[in-house]
């Protein structure tokens, strides 16, 4: 795998999460495709079963076993925003209030889906080390959630992993209270130091009455072209999703989810994590030095995986006065208050910056984010 960017591009784009294309093993995967279609062409290009579908056999079969959990608890889907959106429409149909609550910041499509099926999305503020769950507890005594969503490795936008000690306390909290976890995973495999935390439905499954749902994706470990994401929920969770997915769009796309299959069956899958862990490693490394090096101190998550690094940065101008001196510097930047729920918003004097560093060369970050200390330092 090669770097593809460069210091010298005229715009640093900070503005997108999405897999540099030396992280995509095309060819591998063009090789599966071929192979399959050569031996079994009528089967991928049929419908996939009608009635309480779950996704391709093997391909959940080879997702137990990358989970280590019964195949019958996975659920396919076309990608995880269709997950979160299946998920929503399960959760809120009935619920309630139709309260959520997520983190503060928290991923915008996550909230955007939730509020289309008529979920309250409240913000719980997210620290170093995952939720505040002082605050939750407060929100608990007040009113009990339909769901809470939350990003636990390397979150979207922040960077911040959950601890250990927040996850066990956070499943013991939805079994008093009653409540459903959504753990989101996309990024969990992308690790490059450190040990991960358990996951939450792991630790929920020696907890009587925890709830969690987890939501993983292909995404970022293989390809985000195959649209695979997928959930792992308790038995029958499957079968209510199915029911909702057939009455949505009827069939997935065969074809996609074999490749899913072979890909992992492979070891196609296993082996990309490894290479794309190598590929990300130095321009996180990189990354984090460059922000420590023009920012100062602010207030930096370490990340040690994923895709992001975030930041509160002190200003003199208002957010959207903000970005457009940034847009006049060649600086392409996401707008970090639509990362917060509606009832919150970024500490007061601070913009909030996700910055991806996932795509980017270091010498490329470097100069962005030297332009955003420039910027940043301007009088109003």
């Not at 429409?89 to 309260?99: E, F, N, R, T």
Request: hydrophobic content about 45%.
């Amino acid at each position: 795998m090669t770097a593809v960017t460069s210091a010298s591009s005229a715009t640093v784009h900070f503005s997108r999460g999405i897999p540099p294309l030396e992280a995509i093993p095309s060819a591998a995967i063009a090789e599966l495709t071929s192979s399959i279609l050569a031996s079994e062409p009528d089967r991928v290009f049929q419908y996939a079963p009608i009635g309480h579908h779950t996704g391709d056999r093997e391909l959940r079969d080879q997702l137990g076993l990358f989970h280590t959990v019964d195949p019958d608890r996975v659920f396919v889907t076309n990608g995880s925003l269709q997950a979160l959106d299946l998920l929503a429409a399960h959760l809120l149909k009935d619920a309630p209030g139709k309260k959520v609550l997520a983190e503060a910041p928290t991923y915008d499509r996550a909230v955007q889906i939730f509020e289309r099926h008529g979920g309250q999305v409240s913000g719980i503020p997210l620290r170093h080390d995952g939720l505040d769950l002082d605050v939750l507890r407060e929100r608990l005594q007040a009113e009990v959630p339909a769901f809470v969503y939350v990003i636990p490795d390397f979150q979207n936008p922040a960077g911040v992993t959950t601890s250990e000690e927040k996850r066990r306390e956070l499943v013991r909290l939805s079994a008093e209270f009653g409540f459903t976890i959504l753990e989101d995973i996309p990024y969990r495999e992308l690790r490059f130091a450190g040990t991960a935390p358990t996951l939450l439905g792991e630790l929920a499954d020696s907890v009587d009455g925890a709830r969690v749902l987890t939501i993983g994706s292909l995404s970022k470990v293989l390809s985000p072209g195959l649209r695979v994401g997928y959930v792992i929920g308790a038995p029958g969770t499957p079968r209510a999703l199915a029911a909702l997915a057939e009455s949505t769009y009827l069939s997935p796309a065969p074809l996609l989810q074999a490749v899913a299959a072979r890909a992992f069956a492979s070891g196609l899958v296993r082996r990309n994590i490894d290479e794309v862990r190598d590929l990300l490693r130095p321009r996180h490394d990189a990354a984090v030095e460059a922000v420590r090096k023009s920012l100062g101190d602010v207030a930096l998550c370490v990340p040690e995986g994923g895709y992001y690094i975030s930041v509160h940065l002190p200003v003199r101008s208002p957010e959207e006065r903000f970005l457009a001196a940034a847009a006049a510097e060649g600086i392409a930047l996401t707008r970090g208050s639509a990362f917060y729920p509606a009832d919150s918003a970024p500490p007061s004097g601070t913009v909030f910056l996700r910055l991806p560093f996932q795509a980017l060369g270091g010498e490329e970050f470097a100069e962005g984010v030297a332009r955003l200390a420039a910027v940043a330092q301007r009088p109003e």
